[in-house]
């Protein structure tokens, strides 16, 4: 992959991409409501949480938290958007680009976790985001000395993470991602989905976090605008990829045994993002705002010790079929 310089750090640029951002939050977090039903039948509401770090702190900037606890379809969904400058570039961003470390830099994103109620409604991510690091990159958005832009690059995706696996859901979900990618270049879905397979992995049980999707970063290779209509088809196809799931399945029946393996799965969500997710470090790392980095977590979560499922229950079947790297198209 190439690294693009760009002259994308002006006024009107930052405030288009903002623009986009912050109405994907509020495309997404509306669905959300509409799926949720009245609030006289149990129907939750987002809470709206609005921040600043004023100038003098480490990270300057500002955000919307957006937060629905307790709700008769999602039991936590967490829809974030921020926009972040600081002095230099936390480690978890420059491990591939050493040439930046200690630059400063400017990053903006959208990024969600959605934990269901029903235990046969799988958890999704989606995360959509730009940084930018060197001179001009942090502070007011000016462009770089002598007419320089910052180094640009974009990265995201979608992930799809069960608790009992459907073949029709896995393939309507990457079928989503392939389509949303297929006018930027034939080969950047089965890239960005190994990228996911490999990117999505626990490493310390050897295990797969669920069925995968897409994931990119460092991405600026199709040049800026077209990284950007890149990095939009994505969040943009978000909506179509998950809600058809949501709708199939939050009606299925269920009983304490599928709520207790559901809960026993989340503690894998809980491992992933804690222990690997560059994500999470670079947002603790940078001094982000903790609350707002965390949204992820689900609200219960349980481990037990070398749990076993039983041959050939569906349980055995998640790990047997679904958290296995495969061509789902």
């Given amino acids: 992959m190439t690294t693009q310089k760009t002259t994308f750090n002006t006024a009107d640029t930052v405030a288009r991409v903002r623009g986009y951002l912050e109405g994907l939050q509020a495309r997404i977090t509306s669905a959300l409501e509409d799926i949720e039903g009245p609030q006289s039948q149990g129907g939750a509401r987002f809470r709206s949480d609005a921040w600043r770090r004023e100038s003098g702190s480490a990270l300057q900037g500002d955000g919307i938290t957006r937060i629905l606890e307790g709700g008769r379809v999602f039991e936590r969904a967490g829809c974030g958007f921020s926009h972040v400058s600081g002095p230099r570039l936390p480690p978890s ?3 591939h680009r050493p040439e930046l470390a200690g630059a400063p830099f400017e990053a903006m994103g959208v990024s969600l976790v959605f934990h269901p109620r ?10 959509v985001r730009m940084i930018a690091a060197g001179t001009g990159a942090a502070g007011t958005g000016a462009a770089g000395q002598a007419g320089q832009g910052p180094v640009c690059w974009f990265g995201g995706g979608m992930d799809l993470t069960p608790y009992y696996g459907f073949d029709e859901d896995a393939v309507h979900f990457h ?3 392939r389509d949303a990618l297929a006018p930027f ?3 950047l879905y089965p890239r960005f ?7 999505f992995y626990l490493k310390h049980r050897n295990e797969q976090r669920g069925v995968g999707g897409i994931f990119f970063d460092d991405f600026a290779e199709l040049g800026f ?3 950007l209509a890149m990095t939009q088809s994505v969040g943009d196809a ?6 058809p799931i949501v709708q199939r399945r939050m009606h299925m029946g269920h009983g304490e045994r599928e709520r207790e393996f559901q809960l026993y799965r989340r503690g894998r969500y809980v491992e992933f993002n804690l222990v690997w997710d560059r994500g999470t470090h670079f947002g603790l790392q940078s001094g982000g705002r903790t609350e707002s980095i965390l ?3 689900p609200p219960l979560a349980a481990w037990s010790y070398q749990r076993e499922p039983q041959p050939g229950s569906p349980e055995a079947l998640l790990t047997e079929r679904f958290l296995q790297r495969r061509d789902w198209i």
């Fill in 295 to 297: 949204l992820s977590m």
């Fill in 118 to 127: 029903n235990p046969y409604v799988p958890t999704v991510h989606m995360n």
């Fill in 193 to 199: 989905k190994t990228w996911c397979d490999e990117y």
């Fill in 175 to 177: 079928r989503a991602c």
């Fill in 185 to 187: 270049g034939e080969g």
């Fill in 93 to 95: 961003a420059t491990q």
């Fill in 225 to 227: 605008e077209q990284s």
């Fill in 238 to 243: 978000f909506l179509g990829a998950y809600l």
